[in-house]
């Protein structure tokens, strides 16, 4: 099994991809990783599963021929029956590569909704999505982390035997339990808690705007913030006009992430659009009462008012509302954060392995020792 995916940065596809590749039967898969280009932050995880990874380091964005060229002369080395490949760069050039390969398969997880939230207009991407659409037919296989990735790119790209597999989270590490981290959250109060990218998909200006009206209404709320991006010096000086200074942590990447979700009062997900998104399985899988936005594949997980509140992308005064509700509530967050758990069970990363498996078995006629 040869993985292709753009970088092992600490993203929902690549922490996806480390749950499973862990996971596949050895007796079955053989697996080997091909990161077409740095960061590697995820690297360590692959080495604690002993999974081979074998890093390109050559930008494909930049350099996509040179890319190519170097991905296509490790497949031909390794030979796998199975090719499967994450992201948009290594979905293109992963399916190119794999058909210079000798009875080499392809399939591909399409991660994002890619078509409806990130189109731009001008040559450079309707040339990138047209790639897209024409590699796409070589696929043995089209897998998407939930349904309505698969509606994005029916709808964009014409294609209509899109599989969802669902992402998955290991319930056995992520579940309720005590925690010592409180002091990671800014003096006392109630704790929200977010995990993501600082990116703008995120949500996270609509975050601070909602935090800065709960504060002004005199609720006592701290925000801990874990993740790095491209927004980090913004968001920073947008908390500190709203005169946030004292309520909000930028903490930065963290290993304790389960540690920090088993203290957390309340996890918020104020994303503008999401494709399913591993920290909220993660955060459910906590026992923690989330916030969330009804968008994308955020509402085949979280059901409004039993699982957690869900309130529009975007909306500042309903998010603070729908917060406000839980810092007013304990009962209620109880309740949410009980349900979270058990819906989270309908995740099991198991159960995405095994479906995974049943795709690899069945695209390379039943033998698949690589």
Not at 122 to 147: E, H, I
Not at 342 to 369: C, K, M, N, Q, W
């Amino acid at each position: 099994m040869a993985h292709v995916i753009e970088t092992l940065g600490a993203g929902g596809a690549e922490t996806l991809l480390a749950e499973v590749t862990a996971r596949l039967d050895p007796g079955r898969f053989l697996s080997r990783v091909f990161p077409l280009d740095r960061p590697l932050e995820l690297l360590p995880r692959f080495e604690r599963a002993r999974i081979e990874v074998d890093p390109l380091e050559v930008p494909p964005a930049r350099r996509p021929l040179a890319c190519l060229a170097a991905l296509t002369g490790r497949l031909r080395r390794f030979q796998p029956r199975v090719v499967h490949t994450h992201l948009y760069y290594a979905n293109v050039l992963g399916r190119l590569a794999s058909g210079m390969v000798r009875h080499a398969r392809c399939v591909s997880t399409l991660h994002n909704p890619d078509y409806t939230f990130e189109s731009r207009p001008g040559l450079v991407f309707a040339g990138k999505k047209a790639l897209d659409r024409v590699t796409g037919g070589r696929n043995a296989a089209l897998l998407a982390v939930s349904q309505a990735v698969a509606d994005d790119f029916a709808r964009h790209m014409g294609w209509r035997t899109i599989r969802v597999v669902p992402s998955g989270v290991d319930l056995e590490r992520y579940s309720p339990g005590t925690s010592h981290s409180t002091s990671a959250w800014p003096g006392p109060g109630l704790r929200l808690l977010h995990v993501g990218r600082l990116h703008p998909q995120k949500g996270h200006r609509i975050l601070l705007e909602a935090l800065a009206l709960l504060c002004a209404r005199g609720a006592q709320v701290g925000l801990a913030l874990v993740g790095e991006g491209p927004l980090g010096a913004e968001l920073a000086g947008q908390a500190s006009r709203l005169g946030l200074d004292d309520r909000v942590r930028f903490l930065g990447r963290r290993d304790d992430v389960r540690e920090l979700l088993r203290a957390a009062d309340v996890f918020v997900f104020p994303s503008l659009y999401e494709a399913a998104g591993i920290a909220l399985l993660e955060a459910m899988a906590c026992g923690a009462p989330v916030v969330a936005s009804r968008t994308g594949g955020i509402v085949e997980i979280v059901r409004d008012g039993l699982d957690g509140l869900l309130v529009a992308p975007g909306d500042a005064g309903e998010l603070a509302n729908a917060v406000g509700r839980l810092t007013d509530d304990p009962a209620l967050r109880v309740r949410l954060g009980a349900s979270a758990r058990r819906r989270a069970l309908d995740f099991d990363i198991r159960r995405t392995v095994s479906a995974i498996e049943a795709v690899y078995e069945e695209i390379a006629g039943g033998v698949a020792s690589a």
